[in-house]
Protein backbone atom coordinates (compact mmCIF):
# COMPACT_ATOMS: atom_id res chain seq x y z
CA UNK A 1 0.00 0.00 0.00
CA UNK A 2 1.93 3.55 -0.69
CA UNK A 3 2.02 5.57 1.94
CA UNK A 4 0.60 9.02 2.00
CA UNK A 5 2.39 12.34 3.13
CA UNK A 6 1.29 14.60 5.02
CA UNK A 7 2.46 18.12 6.22
CA UNK A 8 0.04 20.20 8.70
CA UNK A 9 0.76 23.69 8.51
CA UNK A 10 1.74 25.21 11.92
CA UNK A 11 -0.29 28.66 13.32
CA UNK A 12 2.89 31.17 11.72
CA UNK A 13 2.68 33.26 14.59
CA UNK A 14 3.11 31.16 16.99
CA UNK A 15 5.77 29.53 15.21
CA UNK A 16 7.94 33.14 14.97
CA UNK A 17 7.41 33.42 18.44
CA UNK A 18 8.80 30.51 19.71
CA UNK A 19 12.05 30.85 17.23
CA UNK A 20 11.82 34.24 18.83
CA UNK A 21 11.42 33.29 22.30
CA UNK A 22 13.64 29.90 22.58
CA UNK A 23 16.32 31.07 19.71
CA UNK A 24 15.76 27.77 17.95
CA UNK A 25 15.68 27.35 13.87
CA UNK A 26 12.30 27.39 11.89
CA UNK A 27 12.19 23.47 11.79
CA UNK A 28 12.47 23.08 15.62
CA UNK A 29 10.38 25.63 16.13
CA UNK A 30 7.43 24.01 13.56
CA UNK A 31 7.61 20.68 15.14
CA UNK A 32 8.18 22.34 19.08
CA UNK A 33 4.50 24.55 17.74
CA UNK A 34 2.68 21.09 17.23
CA UNK A 35 4.30 18.93 20.03
CA UNK A 36 3.32 21.89 22.92
CA UNK A 37 -0.01 23.10 21.01
CA UNK A 38 1.97 26.68 20.42
CA UNK A 39 2.99 27.42 24.03
CA UNK A 40 6.03 29.35 24.69
CA UNK A 41 5.25 28.37 28.26
CA UNK A 42 4.84 24.72 27.27
CA UNK A 43 7.58 24.25 25.22
CA UNK A 44 10.09 26.02 27.27
CA UNK A 45 8.98 23.48 30.22
CA UNK A 46 8.95 20.22 27.10
CA UNK A 47 12.83 21.48 26.78
CA UNK A 48 13.99 21.67 30.24
CA UNK A 49 13.20 18.03 31.02
CA UNK A 50 13.67 18.47 34.64
CA UNK A 51 13.96 16.03 37.02
CA UNK A 52 11.31 17.99 39.91
CA UNK A 53 8.72 18.11 37.10
CA UNK A 54 8.09 14.53 38.48
CA UNK A 55 4.67 13.31 39.76
CA UNK A 56 4.85 12.70 43.83
CA UNK A 57 4.84 9.14 43.97
CA UNK A 58 2.19 9.76 47.76
CA UNK A 59 -0.63 10.98 44.83
CA UNK A 60 -0.35 7.62 42.90
CA UNK A 61 -3.41 5.54 43.72
CA UNK A 62 -2.37 2.92 46.24
CA UNK A 63 1.20 3.99 46.80
CA UNK A 64 1.02 5.01 50.61
CA UNK A 65 -0.83 2.15 51.69
CA UNK A 66 1.86 -0.13 49.98
CA UNK A 67 4.50 1.37 51.20
CA UNK A 68 3.39 1.43 54.75
CA UNK A 69 3.07 -2.00 54.69
CA UNK A 70 6.22 -3.18 53.01
CA UNK A 71 8.20 -0.97 55.59
CA UNK A 72 6.22 -2.75 58.48
CA UNK A 73 6.85 -5.96 56.94
CA UNK A 74 11.19 -4.74 56.18
CA UNK A 75 10.89 -3.79 59.93
CA UNK A 76 9.41 -6.92 60.97
CA UNK A 77 11.77 -8.80 59.23
CA UNK A 78 9.54 -10.70 57.55
CA UNK A 79 9.80 -12.17 54.39
CA UNK A 80 9.08 -10.76 51.08
CA UNK A 81 8.41 -12.40 47.58
CA UNK A 82 8.59 -9.57 44.76
CA UNK A 83 6.45 -11.71 42.30
CA UNK A 84 6.79 -10.31 38.37
CA UNK A 85 6.07 -10.66 35.17
CA UNK A 86 8.79 -12.52 32.52
CA UNK A 87 8.78 -9.33 29.76
CA UNK A 88 11.48 -6.83 30.07
CA UNK A 89 8.76 -3.96 31.89
CA UNK A 90 8.51 -6.95 33.99
CA UNK A 91 12.13 -8.02 34.89
CA UNK A 92 13.23 -4.73 35.30
CA UNK A 93 10.39 -3.93 37.48
CA UNK A 94 11.12 -7.19 39.71
CA UNK A 95 15.65 -5.56 39.95
CA UNK A 96 14.36 -2.51 40.75
CA UNK A 97 12.15 -3.39 44.12
CA UNK A 98 14.36 -6.40 44.88
CA UNK A 99 17.26 -3.94 44.72
CA UNK A 100 15.04 -1.33 47.01
CA UNK A 101 14.55 -3.83 49.39
CA UNK A 102 17.73 -5.54 49.69
CA UNK A 103 19.71 -1.99 50.16
CA UNK A 104 16.87 -1.78 53.36
CA UNK A 105 18.20 -4.87 54.92
CA UNK A 106 14.84 -7.07 53.99
CA UNK A 107 14.65 -10.90 53.61
CA UNK A 108 13.95 -10.60 49.97
CA UNK A 109 13.46 -12.68 47.14
CA UNK A 110 11.38 -13.19 43.64
CA UNK A 111 8.97 -15.06 41.33
CA UNK A 112 8.27 -15.32 38.03
CA UNK A 113 6.46 -17.33 36.67
CA UNK A 114 7.67 -19.40 33.67
CA UNK A 115 6.09 -18.29 30.29
CA UNK A 116 5.66 -22.03 28.67
CA UNK A 117 4.16 -23.82 31.64
CA UNK A 118 2.66 -21.13 33.81
CA UNK A 119 2.04 -18.13 31.64
CA UNK A 120 0.95 -14.14 32.39
CA UNK A 121 0.60 -13.19 35.76
CA UNK A 122 -0.14 -14.44 38.95
CA UNK A 123 -1.43 -18.05 39.38
CA UNK A 124 -3.27 -19.76 42.12
CA UNK A 125 -0.86 -22.73 42.34
CA UNK A 126 2.51 -20.21 43.06
CA UNK A 127 0.55 -18.28 45.20
CA UNK A 128 0.02 -21.71 47.13
CA UNK A 129 3.27 -22.39 46.93
CA UNK A 130 4.66 -19.79 48.44
CA UNK A 131 2.27 -19.35 51.00
CA UNK A 132 3.29 -23.31 51.87
CA UNK A 133 6.80 -22.65 52.33
CA UNK A 134 6.07 -18.99 54.38
CA UNK A 135 2.71 -18.72 54.81
CA UNK A 136 3.92 -15.25 56.19
CA UNK A 137 5.40 -13.57 53.86
CA UNK A 138 4.15 -10.11 51.91
CA UNK A 139 3.95 -10.83 47.97
CA UNK A 140 4.00 -7.56 46.05
CA UNK A 141 3.08 -7.82 42.13
CA UNK A 142 5.06 -5.90 39.84
CA UNK A 143 3.63 -5.18 36.20
CA UNK A 144 1.14 -7.66 36.47
CA UNK A 145 -2.27 -8.87 38.79
CA UNK A 146 -4.95 -5.98 38.07
CA UNK A 147 -6.92 -8.93 36.44
CA UNK A 148 -6.80 -11.56 38.72
CA UNK A 149 -9.39 -11.55 40.52
CA UNK A 150 -9.55 -15.26 41.05
CA UNK A 151 -5.89 -15.63 42.45
CA UNK A 152 -6.57 -12.58 44.94
CA UNK A 153 -9.58 -14.47 45.88
CA UNK A 154 -7.70 -17.28 46.59
CA UNK A 155 -4.36 -15.38 48.58
CA UNK A 156 -7.23 -13.91 50.81
CA UNK A 157 -8.47 -17.18 51.71
CA UNK A 158 -4.92 -18.42 52.29
CA UNK A 159 -3.96 -15.52 54.65
CA UNK A 160 -1.21 -14.76 52.38
CA UNK A 161 -0.90 -10.98 52.36
CA UNK A 162 -0.59 -9.35 49.03
CA UNK A 163 -0.07 -6.36 47.24
CA UNK A 164 -0.97 -5.95 43.20
CA UNK A 165 1.18 -2.97 41.56
CA UNK A 166 0.49 -3.15 37.76
CA UNK A 167 -0.70 -0.58 34.92
CA UNK A 168 -2.44 -3.10 32.63
CA UNK A 169 -6.32 -2.15 31.66
CA UNK A 170 -8.31 -3.08 34.83
CA UNK A 171 -10.68 -5.46 33.80
CA UNK A 172 -14.93 -4.25 34.98
CA UNK A 173 -13.90 -6.10 38.58
CA UNK A 174 -11.12 -5.29 40.75
CA UNK A 175 -9.24 -8.54 42.38
CA UNK A 176 -9.28 -7.67 46.15
CA UNK A 177 -5.51 -7.46 47.10
CA UNK A 178 -4.36 -5.70 50.65
CA UNK A 179 -3.96 -2.86 48.43
CA UNK A 180 -3.72 -2.63 44.50
CA UNK A 181 -1.36 0.34 42.96
CA UNK A 182 -2.34 1.64 39.29
CA UNK A 183 -1.91 4.74 38.10
CA UNK A 184 -5.11 4.77 36.76
CA UNK A 185 -7.53 4.03 39.70
CA UNK A 186 -9.42 6.77 40.78
CA UNK A 187 -7.53 9.55 42.55
CA UNK A 188 -5.47 12.59 42.16
CA UNK A 189 -2.63 11.08 40.00
CA UNK A 190 -2.23 13.39 37.43
CA UNK A 191 -0.23 10.77 34.86
CA UNK A 192 -1.87 7.47 33.88
CA UNK A 193 0.37 6.18 31.33
CA UNK A 194 3.31 4.54 33.45
CA UNK A 195 4.33 1.67 32.57
CA UNK A 196 5.36 -1.19 35.47
CA UNK A 197 8.29 -0.09 36.15
CA UNK A 198 7.77 3.42 36.32
CA UNK A 199 5.04 1.99 39.01
CA UNK A 200 7.68 0.19 40.90
CA UNK A 201 10.31 2.60 40.63
CA UNK A 202 7.44 5.07 42.15
CA UNK A 203 6.80 2.79 45.27
CA UNK A 204 10.43 2.40 45.37
CA UNK A 205 10.62 6.07 45.68
CA UNK A 206 7.82 6.14 48.84
CA UNK A 207 9.27 3.02 50.49
CA UNK A 208 13.04 5.00 50.57
CA UNK A 209 11.37 8.25 51.81
CA UNK A 210 9.64 6.24 54.88
CA UNK A 211 13.05 4.58 55.21
CA UNK A 212 14.15 8.50 55.73
CA UNK A 213 13.18 11.07 57.59
CA UNK A 214 9.69 10.81 56.10
CA UNK A 215 9.91 13.28 52.60
CA UNK A 216 13.37 12.92 51.33
CA UNK A 217 15.54 9.64 51.42
CA UNK A 218 18.77 8.89 53.17
CA UNK A 219 21.92 9.63 51.17
CA UNK A 220 22.86 5.85 50.19
CA UNK A 221 18.70 5.21 49.30
CA UNK A 222 18.89 8.91 47.22
CA UNK A 223 22.18 7.24 45.43
CA UNK A 224 19.82 4.16 44.59
CA UNK A 225 17.05 6.08 43.08
CA UNK A 226 18.92 7.71 40.93
CA UNK A 227 20.41 4.67 39.40
CA UNK A 228 17.23 2.59 39.43
CA UNK A 229 16.00 5.35 36.74
CA UNK A 230 18.22 3.18 34.48
CA UNK A 231 15.90 0.52 34.60
CA UNK A 232 12.82 2.49 35.31
CA UNK A 233 13.79 3.99 31.18
CA UNK A 234 14.55 0.28 29.95
CA UNK A 235 10.80 -1.03 31.22
CA UNK A 236 9.41 2.43 29.81
CA UNK A 237 10.96 2.60 26.30
CA UNK A 238 10.50 -1.64 26.08
CA UNK A 239 6.94 -1.17 27.13
CA UNK A 240 6.39 1.00 24.13
CA UNK A 241 4.26 3.34 26.67
CA UNK A 242 3.69 7.45 26.09
CA UNK A 243 7.07 9.36 26.42
CA UNK A 244 5.55 12.54 27.51
CA UNK A 245 4.82 13.77 30.75
CA UNK A 246 7.53 12.07 33.10
CA UNK A 247 7.80 8.66 31.31
CA UNK A 248 9.60 11.34 28.83
CA UNK A 249 11.83 12.54 32.03
CA UNK A 250 12.02 9.36 33.32
CA UNK A 251 13.69 8.24 30.78
CA UNK A 252 16.16 11.30 29.95
CA UNK A 253 17.36 10.88 33.30
CA UNK A 254 17.47 7.30 33.14
CA UNK A 255 19.34 7.22 29.74
CA UNK A 256 22.24 8.96 31.77
CA UNK A 257 21.99 6.85 34.69
CA UNK A 258 22.91 4.28 32.15
CA UNK A 259 25.86 5.65 31.60
CA UNK A 260 26.90 7.19 34.42
CA UNK A 261 25.48 4.62 37.09
CA UNK A 262 25.91 1.07 35.41
CA UNK A 263 25.46 -1.91 37.54
CA UNK A 264 28.48 -4.56 36.60
CA UNK A 265 25.43 -6.18 34.47
CA UNK A 266 24.68 -3.61 33.28
CA UNK A 267 28.12 -3.04 32.07
CA UNK A 268 28.45 -6.54 30.40
CA UNK A 269 25.61 -5.89 28.79
CA UNK A 270 26.01 -2.38 27.30
CA UNK A 271 30.13 -3.94 26.19
CA UNK A 272 28.27 -6.52 24.33
CA UNK A 273 25.64 -4.95 22.49
CA UNK A 274 28.69 -2.38 21.49
CA UNK A 275 27.31 0.67 23.41
CA UNK A 276 29.88 0.88 26.12
CA UNK A 277 32.15 3.88 24.32
CA UNK A 278 28.80 5.67 23.30
CA UNK A 279 29.04 9.01 24.73
CA UNK A 280 25.77 9.47 25.25
CA UNK A 281 22.89 6.71 24.94
CA UNK A 282 19.83 7.17 22.69
CA UNK A 283 16.24 5.99 23.73
CA UNK A 284 16.64 3.75 20.36
CA UNK A 285 19.42 2.26 21.72
CA UNK A 286 17.68 0.62 24.39
CA UNK A 287 14.84 -0.67 21.99
CA UNK A 288 17.20 -1.93 19.09
CA UNK A 289 20.17 -3.53 21.73
CA UNK A 290 19.19 -3.96 25.16
CA UNK A 291 15.67 -4.61 25.52
CA UNK A 292 15.97 -7.48 23.05
CA UNK A 293 18.47 -9.12 25.25
CA UNK A 294 16.68 -8.74 28.34
CA UNK A 295 13.41 -10.37 26.99
CA UNK A 296 15.12 -13.64 25.16
CA UNK A 297 15.61 -14.31 28.58
CA UNK A 298 11.86 -14.45 29.18
CA UNK A 299 10.60 -15.07 26.05
CA UNK A 300 12.97 -18.74 25.77
CA UNK A 301 12.03 -19.46 29.65
CA UNK A 302 14.79 -18.11 31.60
CA UNK A 303 13.51 -14.76 33.10
CA UNK A 304 15.23 -14.94 35.59
CA UNK A 305 18.53 -15.11 34.63
CA UNK A 306 17.83 -11.64 32.95
CA UNK A 307 17.18 -10.32 37.01
CA UNK A 308 20.25 -11.72 37.93
CA UNK A 309 21.96 -10.26 35.51
CA UNK A 310 20.33 -6.56 36.48
CA UNK A 311 21.38 -7.69 40.15
CA UNK A 312 24.49 -9.21 40.49
CA UNK A 313 27.42 -7.93 41.98
CA UNK A 314 30.01 -10.42 40.25
CA UNK A 315 31.65 -8.87 36.98
CA UNK A 316 32.77 -12.12 36.07
CA UNK A 317 29.09 -14.06 36.51
CA UNK A 318 27.92 -10.73 35.23
CA UNK A 319 29.94 -11.11 31.89
CA UNK A 320 28.60 -14.76 31.75
CA UNK A 321 25.18 -13.60 32.24
CA UNK A 322 25.58 -10.99 29.56
CA UNK A 323 27.07 -13.31 26.86
CA UNK A 324 24.63 -15.94 27.39
CA UNK A 325 21.60 -13.33 26.72
CA UNK A 326 23.01 -11.88 23.65
CA UNK A 327 23.37 -15.75 22.82
CA UNK A 328 19.63 -16.25 23.42
CA UNK A 329 18.67 -13.18 21.84
CA UNK A 330 20.77 -14.63 18.26
CA UNK A 331 18.58 -17.67 18.75
CA UNK A 332 15.15 -16.10 19.15
CA UNK A 333 15.80 -14.05 15.85
CA UNK A 334 15.98 -16.79 14.01
CA UNK A 335 13.44 -17.76 15.14
CA UNK A 336 11.57 -14.81 14.98
CA UNK A 337 12.77 -14.93 10.99
CA UNK A 338 11.32 -18.31 10.75
CA UNK A 339 8.02 -17.31 11.95
CA UNK A 340 7.12 -14.52 9.92
CA UNK A 341 7.73 -16.43 7.13
CA UNK A 342 5.63 -18.81 8.35
CA UNK A 343 2.78 -15.93 9.13
CA UNK A 344 3.50 -14.44 5.49
CA UNK A 345 2.99 -18.12 3.51
CA UNK A 346 -0.52 -18.52 5.66
CA UNK A 347 -1.70 -14.72 4.54
CA UNK A 348 -0.40 -15.48 0.80
CA UNK A 349 -2.74 -19.09 1.02
CA UNK A 350 -5.92 -17.64 1.98
CA UNK A 351 -7.40 -14.60 -0.73
CA UNK A 352 -10.17 -13.50 1.91
CA UNK A 353 -7.60 -12.98 4.45
CA UNK A 354 -5.41 -10.59 2.57
CA UNK A 355 -8.68 -8.10 2.56
CA UNK A 356 -9.86 -8.80 5.87
CA UNK A 357 -9.02 -5.31 8.24
CA UNK A 358 -7.55 -7.43 11.03
CA UNK A 359 -5.71 -11.00 11.10
CA UNK A 360 -5.64 -14.08 12.96
CA UNK A 361 -3.29 -16.45 12.17
CA UNK A 362 -2.60 -20.00 14.08
CA UNK A 363 0.86 -22.35 13.46
CA UNK A 364 1.55 -25.68 15.60
CA UNK A 365 5.36 -24.53 14.73
CA UNK A 366 5.25 -21.60 16.51
CA UNK A 367 7.18 -20.52 20.05
CA UNK A 368 4.72 -18.91 22.40
CA UNK A 369 7.74 -16.52 23.57
CA UNK A 370 8.26 -14.89 20.79
CA UNK A 371 5.05 -14.77 18.90
CA UNK A 372 4.28 -11.19 20.45
CA UNK A 373 7.77 -9.91 18.21
CA UNK A 374 6.20 -11.39 15.34
CA UNK A 375 2.77 -10.02 15.63
CA UNK A 376 4.45 -6.66 15.54
CA UNK A 377 6.06 -7.41 12.71
CA UNK A 378 3.18 -9.44 10.90
CA UNK A 379 0.60 -5.75 11.60
CA UNK A 380 3.17 -3.40 10.71
CA UNK A 381 4.12 -5.59 7.18
CA UNK A 382 0.49 -5.84 6.17
CA UNK A 383 -0.78 -2.65 8.14
CA UNK A 384 -3.40 -3.74 10.39
CA UNK A 385 -4.51 -5.44 13.83
CA UNK A 386 -2.59 -8.85 14.20
CA UNK A 387 -3.27 -11.55 16.48
CA UNK A 388 -1.05 -15.05 16.41
CA UNK A 389 -1.45 -18.04 18.23
CA UNK A 390 0.68 -20.55 19.21
CA UNK A 391 -0.46 -24.29 19.01
CA UNK A 392 1.33 -27.22 21.12
CA UNK A 393 0.42 -30.58 20.69
CA UNK A 394 -1.56 -32.20 23.81
CA UNK A 395 -1.91 -28.36 25.11
CA UNK A 396 -5.47 -27.33 26.27
CA UNK A 397 -4.87 -23.86 25.52
CA UNK A 398 -3.60 -22.00 22.14
CA UNK A 399 -1.67 -18.86 23.42
CA UNK A 400 -1.84 -15.84 21.55
CA UNK A 401 -0.55 -12.18 21.31
CA UNK A 402 -1.62 -9.45 19.19
CA UNK A 403 -0.16 -6.08 18.49
CA UNK A 404 -2.80 -3.18 17.34
CA UNK A 405 -1.76 -0.58 14.08
CA UNK A 406 -2.85 2.97 13.15
CA UNK A 407 -3.92 3.68 16.41
CA UNK A 408 -6.51 1.08 16.54
CA UNK A 409 -7.76 -0.27 20.49
CA UNK A 410 -6.78 -3.75 20.51
CA UNK A 411 -7.93 -4.35 23.91
CA UNK A 412 -11.12 -2.82 23.33
CA UNK A 413 -12.18 -4.86 20.62
CA UNK A 414 -10.93 -8.12 22.12
CA UNK A 415 -13.47 -7.51 25.24
CA UNK A 416 -16.08 -7.32 22.94
CA UNK A 417 -15.37 -10.85 21.25
CA UNK A 418 -14.02 -12.44 24.98
CA UNK A 419 -17.03 -15.02 24.99
CA UNK A 420 -14.68 -16.57 23.01
CA UNK A 421 -11.22 -16.62 25.25
CA UNK A 422 -9.96 -18.92 28.38
CA UNK A 423 -8.37 -15.47 29.22
CA UNK A 424 -6.91 -12.28 27.77
CA UNK A 425 -5.12 -9.41 29.20
CA UNK A 426 -2.96 -6.03 27.88
CA UNK A 427 -3.70 -2.39 26.61
CA UNK A 428 -4.58 -0.35 23.66
CA UNK A 429 -1.29 -1.73 21.33
CA UNK A 430 -0.91 -5.04 23.21
CA UNK A 431 -2.51 -7.95 24.26
CA UNK A 432 -2.15 -11.84 25.74
CA UNK A 433 -4.51 -13.85 24.93
CA UNK A 434 -5.08 -17.77 25.64
CA UNK A 435 -8.17 -19.47 23.33
CA UNK A 436 -9.53 -23.42 23.08
CA UNK A 437 -7.80 -24.15 19.81
CA UNK A 438 -11.10 -25.65 18.17
CA UNK A 439 -12.39 -21.60 19.26
CA UNK A 440 -10.17 -20.02 16.62
CA UNK A 441 -12.01 -19.61 13.72
CA UNK A 442 -14.89 -18.12 15.40
CA UNK A 443 -12.72 -16.24 17.34
CA UNK A 444 -11.14 -14.59 13.84
CA UNK A 445 -14.42 -14.29 12.41
CA UNK A 446 -16.54 -12.23 15.76
CA UNK A 447 -12.90 -10.21 15.63
CA UNK A 448 -12.57 -9.21 12.24
CA UNK A 449 -16.04 -8.34 12.60
CA UNK A 450 -15.64 -6.29 15.50
CA UNK A 451 -12.71 -4.59 13.78
CA UNK A 452 -14.71 -3.84 10.67
CA UNK A 453 -17.34 -2.48 12.15
CA UNK A 454 -15.30 -0.34 14.53
CA UNK A 455 -13.40 1.28 11.64
CA UNK A 456 -15.97 1.89 9.38
CA UNK A 457 -14.98 -0.53 6.58
CA UNK A 458 -11.90 1.92 5.33
CA UNK A 459 -8.54 0.18 4.95
CA UNK A 460 -6.18 0.70 7.21
CA UNK A 461 -3.70 3.90 5.90
CA UNK A 462 -0.35 4.20 6.45
CA UNK A 463 0.07 7.78 6.86
CA UNK A 464 3.65 9.39 6.55
CA UNK A 465 2.88 13.00 9.07
CA UNK A 466 5.91 14.86 7.97
CA UNK A 467 7.22 17.63 10.30
CA UNK A 468 8.54 20.12 7.99
CA UNK A 469 9.79 19.76 4.46
CA UNK A 470 13.92 21.01 4.24
CA UNK A 471 16.66 21.21 2.26
CA UNK A 472 19.54 18.36 2.73
CA UNK A 473 22.08 21.47 2.86
CA UNK A 474 20.69 22.19 5.83
CA UNK A 475 21.32 19.29 7.85
CA UNK A 476 24.42 19.86 9.41
CA UNK A 477 25.57 18.53 13.03
CA UNK A 478 24.75 21.58 14.34
CA UNK A 479 20.74 21.82 13.46
CA UNK A 480 20.47 17.99 13.50
CA UNK A 481 21.85 18.19 17.40
CA UNK A 482 19.29 21.10 18.13
CA UNK A 483 16.15 18.67 17.15
CA UNK A 484 17.81 15.70 19.44
CA UNK A 485 16.82 17.89 22.17
CA UNK A 486 13.03 17.18 21.76
CA UNK A 487 13.98 13.74 22.65
CA UNK A 488 14.03 10.58 24.16
CA UNK A 489 12.06 9.80 21.33
CA UNK A 490 9.77 6.90 20.80
CA UNK A 491 5.71 6.11 21.70
CA UNK A 492 4.47 9.70 21.57
CA UNK A 493 7.00 11.56 21.17
CA UNK A 494 8.70 10.17 18.13
CA UNK A 495 11.85 11.34 16.23
CA UNK A 496 11.09 14.38 13.95
CA UNK A 497 10.25 12.72 9.78
CA UNK A 498 11.46 15.53 7.43
CA UNK A 499 10.82 15.60 3.72
CA UNK A 500 13.40 17.25 0.75
CA UNK A 501 12.08 17.22 -3.00
CA UNK A 502 13.97 17.21 -6.21
CA UNK A 503 16.67 14.50 -4.38
CA UNK A 504 18.86 12.76 -7.14
CA UNK A 505 21.10 9.77 -6.16
CA UNK A 506 25.17 10.76 -5.89
CA UNK A 507 26.68 7.25 -6.66
CA UNK A 508 25.28 3.17 -6.72
CA UNK A 509 22.61 2.24 -3.69
CA UNK A 510 24.78 -0.37 -1.80
CA UNK A 511 23.19 -3.45 -0.01
CA UNK A 512 24.58 -3.91 3.58
CA UNK A 513 24.09 -5.70 6.80
CA UNK A 514 23.42 -9.05 7.17
CA UNK A 515 21.89 -10.93 4.61
CA UNK A 516 22.04 -7.69 2.60
CA UNK A 517 19.30 -6.43 3.97
CA UNK A 518 19.24 -3.38 4.31
CA UNK A 519 20.77 0.01 2.15
CA UNK A 520 23.16 2.61 1.86
CA UNK A 521 23.30 5.56 -0.19
CA UNK A 522 24.17 8.85 -0.77
CA UNK A 523 21.43 11.51 -1.83
CA UNK A 524 22.40 14.91 -3.71
CA UNK A 525 19.89 18.15 -3.57
CA UNK A 526 21.18 21.52 -4.96
CA UNK A 527 24.86 20.21 -5.04
CA UNK A 528 24.62 19.10 -1.23
CA UNK A 529 25.33 15.38 -0.29
CA UNK A 530 24.40 13.33 2.61
CA UNK A 531 24.51 9.85 3.54
CA UNK A 532 21.26 8.03 4.42
CA UNK A 533 20.39 4.07 5.61
CA UNK A 534 17.44 2.33 4.61
CA UNK A 535 16.96 -0.14 6.95
CA UNK A 536 15.05 -3.44 5.87
CA UNK A 537 14.70 -1.81 2.69
CA UNK A 538 17.45 -3.52 0.36
CA UNK A 539 14.87 -3.85 -2.16
CA UNK A 540 14.47 -0.46 -2.97
CA UNK A 541 18.01 -0.07 -4.64
CA UNK A 542 16.53 -1.37 -8.19
CA UNK A 543 13.60 0.87 -7.37
CA UNK A 544 15.23 3.75 -7.07
CA UNK A 545 18.27 3.25 -9.53
CA UNK A 546 15.29 3.63 -12.13
CA UNK A 547 12.89 6.16 -10.74
CA UNK A 548 14.51 8.68 -13.21
CA UNK A 549 16.92 11.67 -12.31
CA UNK A 550 15.19 13.28 -9.38
CA UNK A 551 12.62 11.96 -6.59
CA UNK A 552 11.25 12.84 -3.10
CA UNK A 553 12.37 11.22 0.00
CA UNK A 554 11.00 11.16 3.66
CA UNK A 555 13.42 10.45 6.28
CA UNK A 556 14.68 11.05 9.83
CA UNK A 557 17.61 12.91 10.66
CA UNK A 558 20.14 11.55 13.27
CA UNK A 559 23.77 12.16 14.13
CA UNK A 560 26.09 9.29 13.37
CA UNK A 561 28.96 8.64 15.65
CA UNK A 562 31.65 6.33 14.87
CA UNK A 563 35.37 6.51 15.54
CA UNK A 564 35.02 9.62 16.74
CA UNK A 565 33.79 10.82 13.89
CA UNK A 566 30.48 12.92 14.12
CA UNK A 567 28.43 13.64 11.36
CA UNK A 568 24.77 14.18 10.12
CA UNK A 569 22.80 11.39 8.39
CA UNK A 570 19.19 10.53 7.89
CA UNK A 571 17.33 7.43 8.10
CA UNK A 572 15.05 6.90 4.78
CA UNK A 573 11.52 6.23 5.53
CA UNK A 574 10.11 6.36 1.98
CA UNK A 575 10.62 8.00 -1.13
CA UNK A 576 7.99 8.88 -4.15
CA UNK A 577 9.02 9.50 -7.36
CA UNK A 578 6.49 12.59 -7.51
CA UNK A 579 5.64 13.35 -3.70
CA UNK A 580 2.28 13.40 -2.86
CA UNK A 581 2.16 15.68 0.00
CA UNK A 582 -1.31 17.03 1.60
CA UNK A 583 -1.16 20.67 2.47
CA UNK A 584 2.63 21.10 1.92
CA UNK A 585 4.45 23.98 4.45
CA UNK A 586 8.27 24.46 3.63
CA UNK A 587 10.45 25.90 6.23
CA UNK A 588 14.41 26.00 6.33
CA UNK A 589 16.61 24.25 9.46
Not at 399 to 410: A, D, I, K, V
Not at 481 to 491: A, S, V
Amino acid sequence: MAKRWRITPCDELALRELVRGLGVSAVTGQILSRRCQGSLEVAREFLSRKLVSLHDPERLPGVPAAADRIVAALKAGRRITVYGDYDVDGVTSVSLLWHCLKLAGGQVDYYIPSRMEEGYGLNCEALRQLHAEEPTRLVVTVDCGITSVEEARVARELGLELIITDHHQPDVSLPEADVLVHPRLPGAYPFGELCGVGVAFKLAWAICARLGDGRKASPAMREFLLSALGLTAIGTVADCVPLVDENRVIVHYGLQSLHDRASPGMKELLKIANLHQREALQAEDVGFAIAPRINAAGRLGQARLAVELLTTDQPQRAADLAKYLDELNRNRQTVERRMLKQAKELVAESAAWSSDQALVLAHEDWHPGVIGIVAGRVAEHFQRPAILFALSAGKEYAQGSGRTFGGYNLHGGVTICREHLASFGGHHAAIGLKIEPSRIDEFRRDFIRVVSTQTDNIPFEDDLSIDAEVRLGDLSVKSVTELEQLGPFGMGNRRPILSASRVELAGSPKKIGEGERHLSLTLKQYGSTIRAVAFGKAEWAEELAAAGPHFSVCFQPVINRFNGRVSAEVQLLDWQPSAVVEEPATVTA
